[in-house]
């Protein structure tokens, strides 16, 4: 027996510390299985973290309902992992079960997993239940889960809740505050996020890309062009302007005060512009109503083997619209109702090539290609064409 338990501790040390290399981790649980070693719950929460964090699920959960024992530390990592995927449904779920099986004391880190997981479909009625759970383990004052609800609790729209649990922490770092800036960036209340960034740093804070960018995106919202021009001085001052998440918020901010220049300085001093700074600089460019450009760097986008998503494919369009492009905008239309770029157009998109068709004064029936429409896109149509006859007789 003592042999055994050796050996169920080797093979989980052995997974913990090569959990980064799926391939050879997947071939010592086939030696586990080939030698029968017995699955003690340290192993089992290993395999369990193992296939967790690599987004095999169905194994996860296999493991998990076949194995003889367990401890919470197997339910926590199997939870905390859909959380991170943006499964809150399967997290809370699966908690439910834990309480069944293993009614034990929640860690602090598994309160913060829930709330993240209620945060990121923005959850507001569970967030209020695992907030309630929180208080009464006494872990809502901590730095951890703390932050995990003020975190909650702005992306579900409540900014006030979201300062009162921030109000309640005794010990506020970096991610909390910049948590809180971001809550109220998020919630177009930008004079807020302006007013905790200064307090943050007159407490003496030292700040991050995550506090700046939240700042800058506040500044962004409300055209603040001036107080962002004061954070990118700040972004060079400290050595983060060209920081991925700071890099982005710049372009977002200098395109939506109407500085394309400097926005597009900004996104060419960027090292490796990720997805969200080339879909920044787009919508700089389609909210000046220049097409080319944008059309250009799509194009650069498709060369290099980006990804695009819908956010990409909403600023082309948008170019479309305010260029008055209907047919440019109709053939990118066509080509995502075809799969071509991965994104299925949604009403968003629709919306666009309506306002571009409009644009032209293409309003007869026959200008619209309503077989391939769907029935959300064709109301959306309609109301279009009503606004316009309404406008044409006023």
């Not at 052995?14 to 070693?37: C, D, G, M, P, Y």
């Not at 449904?89 to 908690?95: G, I, K, N």
């Not at 644009?359 to 316009?388: D, N, Q």
């Amino acid at each position: 027996m003592g042999k055994c338990s050796s050996l169920s501790n080797y093979y989980a040390h052995l997974l913990h510390a090569l959990r980064a290399n799926l391939t050879t981790a997947l071939s010592i649980h086939a030696q586990i299985i080939k030698t029968n070693t017995p699955l003690t719950p340290f192993l089992t929460s290993n395999l369990i973290n193992l296939y967790a964090t690599s987004s095999l699920f169905n194994q996860a959960h296999h493991l998990l309902n076949t194995a003889p024992s367990l401890n919470p530390a197997s339910w926590s990592t199997l939870i905390a992992a859909h959380a991170r995927n943006a499964q809150p449904f399967e997290a809370l779920h699966l908690f439910q079960r834990m309480l069944r099986h293993h009614p034990s004391r929640p860690s602090q880190q598994l309160i913060a997993s829930l709330a993240h997981a209620c945060a990121s479909h923005s959850l507001l009625f569970p967030g209020f239940q695992i907030h309630g759970l929180s208080i009464k383990l006494g872990f809502h004052c901590m730095p951890f889960s703390g932050c995990a609800l003020v975190d909650m609790y702005a992306k579900c729209g409540c900014a006030l809740e979201s300062h009162k649990v921030f109000d309640e922490m005794p010990e506020r770092d970096e991610a909390s505050w910049g948590g809180l800036i971001c809550g109220y960036a998020r919630n177009g209340r930008p004079m807020e996020a302006m007013g905790v960034f200064v307090e943050m740093v007159r407490v003496g804070v030292s700040m991050n890309a995550f506090s700046l960018s939240s700042v800058l995106r506040a500044c962004a919202e409300a055209a603040l062009y001036e107080p962002g021009r004061a954070m990118h001085a700040l972004a060079v001052a400290i050595g983060l302007e060209q920081e991925a998440f700071v890099g982005c918020a710049l372009v977002d901010m200098y395109g939506k005060c109407g500085d394309i220049d400097d926005a597009r300085l900004i996104f060419d001093f960027i090292p490796n512009p990720n997805l969200a700074s080339w879909n920044a600089m787009i919508m700089a460019y389609a909210h000046q109503g220049s097409a080319e450009p944008v059309f250009r760097l799509f194009g650069r986008m498709k060369e290099l083997g980006l990804a695009l998503d819908e956010v990409t494919l909403l600023g082309v369009l948008k170019s479309c619209t305010n260029a008055g492009l209907a047919d440019e905008g109709l053939c990118v239309l066509d080509a995502m109702q075809h799969g071509l770029y991965g994104v299925r157009p949604g009403v968003c998109h629709y919306t666009c090539v309506v306002g571009a068709l409009g644009h032209a004064g293409r309003f007869e029936e026959h200008a619209w290609p309503t077989r391939t429409w769907s029935w959300a896109c064709m109301l959306v149509r309609k109301f279009y064409l009503l606004i316009t006859t309404m406008m044409l007789h006023m």
